[in-house]
């Protein structure tokens, strides 16, 4: 719009503004010259001044009239939107000129005279009077009438008419009369004041309508602002819109009224902050704005630091090769759809890629931008604006929906979902496979109700199910489901109930596996888990628990049974002479010449290789019948076998034990039938022994240790307590060692020495060993969880844990199960671990320091000690054993050695961690020889898991020791 049309608009609405001002004053008017009028009445009627009909007549007329202008004042300003200004403007000049005419005449009846002095120069008051009722009336006409001058105009030489018509009729010589002049001074001065006060009134309304335009203008900017503000997407656009929207506001502003400079400013204050916001919001919502100068090849980009961590130049750096920081996979992409934009091909540009942090891993990366300069002669690109951001967490969010939709379709279960209404909602192709119903079947339709006939055994399985999940809202269990066909399947069904903020249950899932086959291999399973293939006896685990129930009703029953215990003489020779098939073929044979051998056998078990065992109810005064069944049962044997064509004999060695006299529980009795069995084997074979508590007394007490340590693994009677280390340097406890204990449920904890050398030998160390490493992994995590985030917990390695094959598996899935930092994870091991299998440990400790384990070098010095170790295996940490700590306060050789140790490993980078620390004088010595961690009953004796976390929460007050 041009600035002549501007003018044009604003004289418009000062016009408009002065005509509503003018319409606004008439009642104040009307009320002014109806008082005047009354008060001139009232003085000349009660002074009898002049002819009284007059009077009348004109006071009269003029209330008439002025009630005539009220009445029509009141109906435009009814009607104002309904009437034009131009009409209104019209009625103001008529209304003024009739206001006029009132006072002219007023002047003709009462010969007024607005000159104090009458024709005779003489102070006349009846004529004066009514001169200053004019006066007066031109006062009001100042106040209603200016803002339209010529309405001021109208009226004042109206109503002045009479005089100066006067002046105009009797020529020259009363223009030289002082009246005249006074008169003529009069007229000019108010038509000058009513002229002055127009163009104050006038020059007022352009300054509220500027006022008005300011404030609309500054209204609308504050909502343009706002408005920026929600519209993230487009932030960079519209801010670049608005500063220059701003600026030009600011720049006219400036021009046309200069008063308003500092509404201007607040206004910028609030842009700034308003920009600040928004970088505030990009930098929380991780976008960066990016502007290219195509043209000079600049690049400005805001919040990339936090993005990419790369500053302003180090980008620019990379402008002109993006290839450094985008990954070679999605460079093509990102050029082709950066060209395909540049060439005018789309409509913006957008790609989604890799680009490589400051720090060397790769972000993903959304890049949405639109070219918004070309050059308007070639169309060529000149800048390019817009937003990146960060969109690793999409990404994954979206792979994992992807993973999760993957699974749900592809997983062997069938999955299902219902609403709260239990209707079928959704269902995988697995469970469609399992139930035979198809999608299109099963959605809408009721959860197990399918508009069929159920068997009894379905049908109350479903009305358990759903009361189950009425009542609980959970199932989990066995159930009887009823295939499309109408069979039934076992199935194996788990269904949560899934609820609202209200907790309202408004979905269900459910897992069901069909335990077809799984009921095949039970009863399959149970036969092998009690039967021996190969002969089709009872194997050892029937037989124990059968030998058991015997033990339990013998007791009960006060009987008493013998156990036989047979093996094969010299079945190893025949193994190797049959082979396999033959000596297969030998046992089937002897298991049938065994049960068609006698029916008072209550049950023949082939417990493993060539041991048989038989159980015969058994009395004292039958004692010759037991013997005589053992001499047949050897001369049943006397018969050859045939094998593959080949006769071969076989004799058998017995040992006997009898119940209760030989125990009364199923090991102990199993045991001296077994020693009896050795003793038979022992003195040639083919002979037949019974047991004597003599001969079992020895190995007893370590058959019943040995049983007693495989109860305690399986019934978790092991606990891990925890001595501290203490970092002399800082003297603080930055970890652990943990250290098994057998709690024995009658003999209390037994110490490591009583019984870790014994499962070594049994070959249960290894499962021991794994316990130990749980549940100090757990620890681990549990100290994370109270704040204590970088303690190290040690844990001892036996030589059987490596050689298993499986360690590094172990390992990681114990890490993977408790989610904690292998660097918190210390093994320690010992010297002579490194002597077996040397290349196959280095090996597996390579693997372990690759998960950034330390390795732990225990009891140093005690052993080999060669310093070849120390080179050749990945060792992190060397411990001082106890012995060489003992004595080097008092003996200087073992304190050189000890100084040689710590001087040795730190020169190697390995710390040192001295084991046996118990007196004051030992701590202060260690110390001050460098020694890095310190460990012994000075600073704390193993404690159980509580109270070593009591140790820490007090060591952060009170120091253990202070050297």
């Not at 792979?399 to 995988?428: C, H, P, W």
């Not at 001087?903 to 110390?927: F, Y």
Request: charged residues 20%; contains cysteine; negative net charge.
């Amino acid at each position: 719009m041009s600035e002549q049309e501007d003018q044009s608009i604003l004289m418009q609405r000062i016009w408009r503004m002065q005509i509503a001002n003018a319409r606004a004053h008439q009642g104040l008017l009307h009320f002014a010259l109806l008082g005047l009028v009354l008060i001139t009445f009232s003085f000349y009627q009660q002074f009898s001044l002049v002819d009284s009909n007059q009077l009348a007549g004109w006071t009269v007329a003029a209330i008439s009239l002025i009630a005539v202008s009220a009445v029509l004042s009141n109906h435009i300003n009814s009607r104002q939107h309904r009437i034009s200004t131009e009409i209104i403007d019209i009625y103001l000049v008529v209304n003024t000129f009739i206001f006029g005419i009132i006072m002219a005449f007023g002047q003709v009846i009462f010969h007024a005279n607005v000159a104090p002095f009458s024709t005779q120069n003489t102070l006349d008051i009846s004529v004066n009077l009514f001169g200053f009722a004019i006066l007066f009336s031109h006062m009001v006409g100042l106040i209603c009438y200016t803002d339209r001058y010529r309405y001021f105009c109208t009226f004042v030489l109206t109503s002045m008419s009479p005089l100066i018509a006067q002046q105009l009729v009797r020529g020259s010589e009363t223009l030289i009369k002082p009246n005249s002049i006074l008169i003529d001074i009069y007229i000019l001065f108010i038509l000058f004041c009513g002229y002055r006060l127009h163009k104050i009134r006038t020059k007022s309304a352009w300054l509220v309508i500027r006022n008005e335009n300011l404030i609309d203008y500054m209204e609308s900017s504050k909502d343009h602002t706002e408005l920026v503000n929600g519209q993230l997407e487009q932030e960079m656009r519209q801010r670049i819109y608005t500063e220059e929207k701003l600026q030009e506001s600011n720049t006219r502003l400036e021009e046309k009224v200069r008063e308003r400079t500092q509404d201007l400013t607040n206004s910028n204050t609030q842009l700034q902050s308003s920009q600040q916001r928004l970088e505030m919001a990009h930098s929380a919502g991780g976008i960066g704005t990016w502007d290219w100068d195509i043209a000079h090849r600049k690049m400005h980009s805001t919040n990339f630091e936090q993005i990419l961590g790369y500053s302003d130049e180090e980008m620019e750096s990379f402008l002109s090769d993006m290839a450094k920081i985008v990954h070679v996979e999605d460079y093509p992409i990102v050029r082709q759809a950066v060209a395909a934009h540049l060439l005018n091909h789309t409509d913006r540009y957008e790609a989604e890629f890799r680009m490589r942090h400051k720090y060397g891993y790769w972000v993903w990366i959304q890049d949405i931008g639109r070219v918004v300069e070309r050059d308007p002669q070639t169309r060529f690109a000149k800048r390019m604006v817009g937003v990146r951001r960060n969109i690793n967490a999409e990404r994954l969010a979206a792979e994992g929906q992807k993973l999760s939709s993957t699974v749900f379709q592809q997983v062997a279960e069938g999955i299902f979902i219902l609403d709260g209404k239990m209707r079928y909602i959704n269902m995988n192709p697995f469970f469609e496979k399992i139930t035979g119903f198809s999608r299109d079947e099963l959605i809408g339709n009721g959860f197990l109700n399918l508009n069929r006939i159920f068997t009894t055994r379905a049908q109350q399985s479903q009305q358990k199910i759903i009361k189950t999940l009425e009542t609980i809202g959970e199932f989990e269990g066995e159930a009887i489901g009823q295939h499309k066909n109408g069979d039934e399947f076992p199935m194996w069904m788990h269904i949560n109930s899934i609820v609202d903020e209200k907790q309202r249950k408004t979905h269900y899932v459910g897992i069901i596996s069909d335990l077809t086959e799984r009921k095949k291999n039970e009863q399959r399973l149970s036969y092998l888990a009690n039967y021996d293939l190969l002969t089709d006896l009872p194997n050892r685990n029937f037989f124990k628990d059968h030998l058991h129930q015997l033990i339990l009703q013998s007791t009960d029953e006060d009987s008493s049974f013998a156990l036989l215990r047979l093996n094969l003489d010299r079945f190893r020779l025949l193994n190797d002479l049959l082979g396999a098939e033959g000596a297969d073929q030998l046992l089937k044979q002897v298991a049938q010449r065994l049960s068609s051998y006698d029916a008072r056998t209550g049950i023949i078990a082939h417990l493993g290789g060539d041991d048989f065992a038989i159980v015969l109810p058994h009395t004292e005064e039958n004692q010759k019948d037991l013997e005589q069944y053992c001499e047949k049962l050897l001369e049943v044997f006397e018969t050859p076998f045939d094998i593959k064509a080949q006769e071969i004999t076989v004799t058998i060695s017995v040992g006997i034990a009898i119940f209760p006299e030989h125990g009364r529980q199923v090991d102990t009795i199993s045991n001296y039938a077994e020693n009896a069995l050795q003793e038979a084997k022992r003195v040639g074979g083919n002979t037949i022994r019974f047991a004597s508590k003599q001969l079992g007394i020895q190995s007893l007490e370590r058959i019943n240790l040995e049983n007693a340590l495989r109860k305690a693994l399986s019934s978790e009677q092991f606990v891990v307590y925890y001595q501290a280390k203490f970092n002399a340097a800082t003297q603080t406890i930055v970890g652990f060692e943990a250290l098994v204990r057998w709690n024995h449920p009658t003999k209390g904890l037994i110490a490591p020495i009583q019984f870790i050398g014994l499962a070594e030998e049994m070959g249960i160390i290894s499962a021991l060993g794994e316990f130990v490493l749980d549940q100090s992994c757990a620890q681990i995590k549990k100290w994370q969880e109270s704040g204590f985030d970088s303690l190290t917990v040690s844990v001892n390695v036996s030589a059987q844990q490596l050689q298993r094959g499986n360690f590094i598996a172990t390992i990681d899935r114990i890490l993977k199960k408790h989610q904690i930092d292998p660097s918190l994870l210390e093994l320690e091991i010992t010297e002579t671990l490194l002597m077996d299998e040397p290349e196959k440990v280095r090996g597996i400790l390579q693997e372990i320091k690759t998960r950034n384990i330390s390795i732990a070098l225990d009891d140093f010095g005690t052993g080999y000690s060669s310093l070849s170790y120390l080179g050749l295996y990945p060792i992190d940490v060397i411990k001082v054993d106890r012995s060489f700590v003992m004595h080097m306060t008092s003996n200087h050789e073992q304190r050189a050695i000890v100084r040689a140790i710590l001087a040795m490993s730190h020169s190697l980078n390995m710390k040192v961690v001295a084991e046996g620390v118990e007196t004051i004088e030992q701590a202060q010595l260690l110390r001050a020889e460098g020694c890095d961690l310190l460990q012994g009953f000075l600073l704390s004796k193993p404690l159980p898991a509580f109270e070593a976390t009591l140790l820490l929460i007090n060591a952060m007050s009170t120091p253990l020791i202070t050297i």
